[in-house]
């Protein structure tokens, strides 16, 4: 469903950091305002922080760099003028190099004169809280710590985040003055022989903030069945480590070039990087912060050191500025899954009734659950729901190019912007839509779906050529994505287990028994049938004849409606 921008949604913000400003405009219209798609973004490589010291010394905030500074704003508000932003919802925080500058009074006032915006000063806890909310904005759900690691500090609070309910820590969220500048500059001071003692101080720290913060008995138990803690970090040092963490990753190129969303386990978390001699080629990584990587691997080393239970990391995007944006919407809005928020606006008309007959394709898992089961996610309410949001979505696309626009869509297409996804469901929906198109490439993109097929696993990727395969029947049934008043009811699908003896081995298999009762589809319900009994052959499998899959046993029955 397509929709008009309007300036009366836009939400202008600036974050001035430690180590840089950030300049963005987001617009907050339904029906996507949960993903707050960004229109324009900037950032000014201005670092407050370090133009605050001199030979080791603090000295005020230079004239020149306070100059440079009001020079990008006006370039800014210049930028906002042009998008039509209304002045009342601009706005410009401030976080700790700011907060603690010799001259910060003097420095917010020449901003306010020189550009009519004041400048609002995150207190400490404030700013913890809000970087925790940008954090809850870049996923769907949230158990688990997190920590902001920012230029001067990093703040860590523990989370619970389901439903659109937030719930942190009674206390806020505990700051440490071990940013990445800031910790790079305490190292310098103790020397090599003062490494150990530091790093002892920073577990200390660590661990006597775990305690004040109150983790919650509750997170503790799900922790303790789960092998450990989630661990969600934000902030640029962080997710300068989640690039090199990715450019490290067993599947070779990654495919999802995008921070958020990104997870690793915990053995995965602090590799020999005195082996990784060069991390400014990495992607996304500038040269001032591969000059930061040893300051971060020694406090992930001081993390790991004080709270060992941790099971697996999460990288968010989320920081300040998300933060503010997501406090600023409703409950009814951030309560939205982002997936499905990200999809909605090329929802077909009747995605209720087409996703009651995607529903019955795929068949239930077992009790006990058997490893040939579908996956959790992709037989999940919210991802067949924004399958079907997406189901018509490149229909106007050249029948060459559909299945490969599609295996692309949520990686640089449709959902390359979207924000709170994971790379899981990226990868699967890509996957699935694919199919859906009738899977067909180029060797140009072959390549790419190799890569996604090894993030995903063999299962995972099985499953979603079967579940777009039956997409794209449905979608073949139904090509307007306009489903008549009961016809849903007129589109039967059973799917049962079964098995099979060939050859005198015994296997698995799906069956699929498709009958309608409305005039006109049955050529279409045919294709669907054979095309979903073609996912099932052996010459199909993922990894081939030898590869993984499940036979499919499907019919089309005749059958005229009750009556």
């Known amino acids: 469903m397509a929709y008009q921008r309007a300036p009366e ?16 405009i987001s617009d907050l219209c339904p029906p996507s305002a949960r993903v707050m798609p960004t229109i324009y973004q900037d950032r000014c490589g201005i670092s407050v922080f370090d133009a605050q010291y001199e030979s080791g010394k603090k000295i005020p905030i230079p004239q020149a760099v306070i100059n440079d500074v009001l020079d990008a704003l006006l370039r800014f508000r210049r930028t906002c003028r042009d998008f039509q932003v209304p002045r009342d919802r601009i706005k410009v925080v401030a976080t700790e190099a700011t907060r603690n500058a010799l001259n910060s009074e003097d420095f917010r006032q020449q901003i306010e004169v020189g550009t009519g915006w004041k400048v609002e000063i995150l207190a400490k806890d404030e700013e913890g809280r809000i970087g925790a909310m940008g954090v809850a904005s870049s996923f769907g759900s949230i158990k688990g710590l997190v920590m902001d690691l920012g230029g001067g500090s990093i703040q860590m609070t523990w989370m619970i985040f389901e439903e659109g309910e937030v719930r942190t820590s009674p206390v806020g969220a505990v700051s440490f003055p071990y940013g990445a500048a800031a910790l790079m500059m305490r190292l310098g001071e103790v020397g090599i022989q003062g490494h150990d003692s530091l790093r002892d101080e920073m577990a200390k720290n660590f661990e006597n903030a775990l305690e004040a913060l109150d983790v919650p008995e509750s997170l503790l138990k799900d922790a303790e069945e789960e092998g450990g803690l989630t661990l969600y970090l934000s902030g640029g040092g962080f997710r300068g480590w989640g690039y090199i963490l990715m450019s490290l990753h067993p599947v070779q190129p990654y495919p999802i070039p995008i921070i958020n969303g990104f997870r690793v386990p915990k053995s995965s978390f602090l590799p020999n990087v005195e082996e990784y001699s060069d991390p400014a080629s990495t992607f996304r990584i500038s040269s001032r912060r591969a000059s930061q990587v040893p ?6 080393k001081a993390l790991t050191q004080s709270i060992p239970s941790i099971s697996s990391i999460y990288f968010a995007q989320g920081g300040i500025r998300e933060g503010l944006l997501f406090t600023s919407l ?18 077909p008309s009747s995605t209720s009734s087409l996703l009651q007959i995607l529903e019955a394709s795929i068949p239930q898992p077992r009790i006990p659950t058997a490893q040939t089961d579908p996956p959790l ?14 189901l018509y979505a490149h229909a106007s696309f050249s029948k060459d190019i559909r ?14 912007d979207a924000h709170g996804l994971s790379h899981e469901d990226r990868a699967l929906l890509a996957l699935v839509l694919c199919e859906r198109w009738g899977g067909e490439l180029s060797p140009t993109d072959e390549g790419f779906l190799s890569q996604l097929q090894k993030l995903a696993g063999p299962r995972a990727s099985w499953w979603a050529k079967y579940i777009g395969r039956s997409a794209g029947g449905i979608g073949d049934m139904f090509p307007a994505g306009v489903v008549g008043d009961g016809e849903e009811d007129l589109v039967r ?16 298999t799906v069956d699929v ?3 309608t009762a409305i005039d006109g589809i049955e050529a279409a319900a045919l294709e669907w049938v054979e095309g979903i009994e073609k996912v099932g052959k052996k010459k199909n499998f993922i990894g081939g004849r030898e ?17």
Do not use: C
């Open 9 to 24: 949604h836009y939400q202008a913000l600036v974050d001035m950091g430690s180590n840089g400003i950030r300049f963005s």
């Open 295 to 300: 300051a971060i691997n020694f406090l992930i």
């Open 330 to 347: 409703s409950a009814d809005v951030s309560s939205q899954n982002p997936l499905v928020a990200a999809t909605r606006r090329d929802a």
């Open 377 to 390: 996610t992709l037989r999940s309410p919210v991802f067949l729901q924004s399958l079907i949001h997406l």
């Open 403 to 416: 299945a490969a626009a599609a295996l692309r869509s949520t990686t640089t297409g449709l959902l390359g």
């Open 493 to 508: 699908v059973e799917v049962t287990w079964g098995v099979e003896e060939k050859k005198g081995v015994v296997e698995e």
């Open 513 to 515: 028994l498709v009958s």
């Open 547 to 563: 590869g993984w899959g499940v036979s499919v046993r499907s019919t089309l029955e005749g059958w005229k409606g009750d009556g």
